[in-house]
């Protein structure tokens, strides 16, 4: 008996999880997605493992060396401004939440000043569709990219799933501070999140 009470509670469970990614999926992140907890339940829910001796992003240390390419195509390591916070956002030119919400990134990049936090964007996407993107929707802030793959700069940035948008905050000493998955509604929300970067 006890045996099956431990296979039904874990397929319980494997459907109640099921269920919350579904609704995740189909209505976005409800307000619980939209806490600290709840970012740290989803990172946790969703975050397969690295592929063996990958580096990968953790909260409290520094950020390890991110491969990415210039929008010219040469591979060079993610540059992290010196002295400065930066909020590194994921995306791709076929998300629709990542598209939605580069508006309110653009504010919020624009409202920064010399010394706050430095937006980066690194497409997880082909070149010239990023290309012709940024070309029609100019973006203040600067933008690499990679070809998606298991050890993409997403899995270095510690989202080895590949769920876009998906963020990293850093402080000022390159140390990951926080990390989020789903998309920012406002400008106002992305200020609040990186609220707790010292400058």
């Known amino acids: ?31 619980i997605w939209r806490t600290e907890l709840g970012q740290r339940a989803l990172n946790a829910a969703i975050q397969p493992e690295a592929p063996a001796g990958q580096a990968i992003a953790r909260r409290g240390e520094r950020l390890p060396p991110v491969p990415v390419r210039t929008l010219a195509g040469e591979l060079a390591p993610l540059p992290l401004p010196p002295n400065r916070p930066a909020l590194i956002n994921l995306w791709a030119t076929w998300c629709g939440p990542c598209v939605r919400e580069m508006p309110e990134l653009a504010a919020f990049a624009g409202a920064q000043g010399a010394d706050g936090v430095q937006v980066i964007g690194v497409a997880l996407d082909d070149a010239e569709a ?56 406002s400008a106002r929300e992305i200020s609040a999140w990186s609220s707790e970067v010292k400058m």
């Open 130 to 185: 990023v290309r012709q993107w940024l070309h029609r929707q100019p973006s203040p802030y600067p933008h690499y990219r990679d070809d998606a793959g298991p050890r993409d700069a997403g899995v270095v940035l510690g989202n080895p799933a590949g769920v876009l948008p998906y963020s990293v905050l850093l402080d000022a000493d390159g140390r990951v501070l926080k990390q989020r998955v789903g998309p920012f509604d």
């Open 1 to 31: 008996m006890k045996r099956e009470a431990k296979q039904l509670l874990l397929i319980a469970s494997a459907a109640a999880l099921a269920g919350a990614v579904a609704a995740f999926v189909i209505h976005g992140p409800g307000p």
